[in-house]
């Protein structure tokens, strides 16, 4: 006999919040690593270019050449079923991490890297050769996400998410260890103290992925019945279903050095970018409730009548996370933070603090952002997704040009407000399109 209603509810809410939590713990100990690099990097030589360097170039232009492979975690959550499906999930990953590294060195090691900072970027020329000095540290980068967020999926998939926590903690440790060393023992440049503390991090989390994710493809994944027709895991079946996934993130990482060309053409161009590792780091940390939200969506929703219990967690933890930074940016907390744990001047401080609070939507957007596309990547439906990050684009590019014509305000003030402007319509289409869903009957 089931049991009440009320009591399904209680339980299929705790489900959720178990699924949730160790993939959000996990999210906050990577999130943890920018906030790190960037107390160290400003107690070392230079702090202002260097944190310019690492957060104006390094950062962004790392993240533009791994975005195809963000949403390998999604995919492989999603499709995993069984052995065939891993294999050719796997030799899919393996090209796009290959290639994806081939362009990495093409940038760090030619001269494109001239061209696309210095015409593109239009980046202070102070901070040019520390960011070329970084990029070519970062070389390990792309490949080893996509290695472990695939790897990663398949531990969603088959009920071992606290396994991404620990590597997350792996990563951490591994980051703190080497920025340890370059602050107290080498006192070297802090863009390369920075960025191998970073390359450090995300080789041992891929490498600690790989050991821990070899018992369940040995066992559980080779043994799990296919829910998928093997055309769903085909080359053309899987393009149909990833490139939208994959221009999604594209698009969104896109926003970093189209944020920082358009800084740097504002006022307090230097001032802004010095800010920007600090406040981003900041922002990721209460952003990264929503993002760890994504692929618990995925995997709950095949439970039965699921949908109305993750749904209302989602807001729940919408409202809350946005009540949490509301706390930081509104008190002394913010400019706490920025002066005491990150070591910025109390000018580069309060201009963190302005910044914070013109993107005061953007935490509690992204959970319910990632409630919507965990609800589309389920039922198939990836173009929407698609659609939606095509509006946040284009608002947010928008309101940047606007900004650059104005030049009345700090660039990364303006950036924020562009983000959070550009993130509620982005929020709104998702909702949208997940509402049809539920009225076609794809997500019960």
Not at 163 to 177: D, H, K
Not at 227 to 241: H, S
Request: net charge positive; glycine share 8%; aromatic share 10%.
């Amino acid at each position: 006999m089931r049991e009440s209603c009320d009591r399904a509810a209680v339980v299929r809410q705790r489900d959720v919040l178990w699924s949730w939590l160790p993939l959000a713990l996990s999210w906050m100990l990577m999130a943890a690593e920018l906030p790190a690099l960037g107390a160290v990097v400003a107690r070392l030589a230079d702090p202002r270019i260097h944190l310019a360097a690492y957060g104006g170039v390094v950062f962004p232009l790392a993240l533009i050449i791994e975005a195809p492979v963000i949403m390998l975690l999604s995919a492989s959550t999603a499709l995993c079923r069984n052995r065939a499906s891993y294999r050719a999930l796997w030799r899919y990953m393996m090209v796009m991490g290959g290639a994806l590294t081939l362009l990495h060195v093409l940038i760090a090691f030619t001269p494109l890297f001239d061209f696309i900072v210095n015409r593109v970027l239009h980046a202070p020329p102070e901070i040019v050769e520390p960011a070329r000095v970084g990029m070519r540290i970062m070389t390990p980068w792309t490949w080893t996400i996509a290695y472990r967020r695939f790897m990663q999926g398949i531990q969603i998939r088959f009920g071992h998410s606290r396994l991404v926590g620990f590597g997350s903690a792996v990563r951490l440790i591994t980051n703190l260890s080497v920025l340890s060393f370059g602050y107290f023992i080498w006192k070297g440049p802090g863009i390369i103290v920075g960025t191998a503390a970073i390359a450090a991090g995300v080789t041992a989390e891929a490498l600690f992925s790989h050991i821990a994710t070899r018992p369940i493809i040995n066992g559980a994944l080779c043994t799990a019945d296919s829910g998928l027709p093997d055309a769903d895991v085909g080359l053309r079946a899987f393009l149909a279903f990833y490139i939208p996934l994959a221009l999604t993130s594209l698009v969104v990482l896109l926003v970093n050095p189209i944020g920082t060309a358009a800084v740097a053409r504002m006022p307090r161009a230097l001032d802004s970018l010095a800010a920007w590792p600090s406040v981003v780091g900041l922002m990721f940390l209460f952003r990264c409730s929503g993002l760890s939200l994504n692929e618990v969506v995925i995997a709950m929703l095949e439970r039965p009548d699921s949908r109305s219990a993750v749904g209302q967690f989602s807001r729940r933890l919408s409202l809350f996370v946005t009540a949490a930074f509301a706390l930081v940016v509104l008190t002394p907390l913010g400019l706490g933070w920025f002066t005491a744990v990150q070591n910025l001047s109390p000018s580069h401080a309060q201009l963190g603090v302005t910044a914070l609070f013109f993107g005061c939507v953007l935490p509690g957007a992204t959970v319910l952002q990632n409630w919507y596309q965990g609800q589309l990547v389920y039922a198939r439906q990836t173009r929407a997704i698609t659609e939606a990050i095509l509006i946040f684009f284009a608002v947010c590019f928008g309101l940047l040009m606007i900004g650059i014509k104005w030049g009345g305000a700090a660039g990364i003030m303006v950036f924020m407000t562009a983000s959070s402007i550009a993130a509620i319509l982005q929020t709104l289409w998702l909702k949208y399109r997940a509402l049809g869903l539920e009225v076609a009957g794809a997500v019960t």
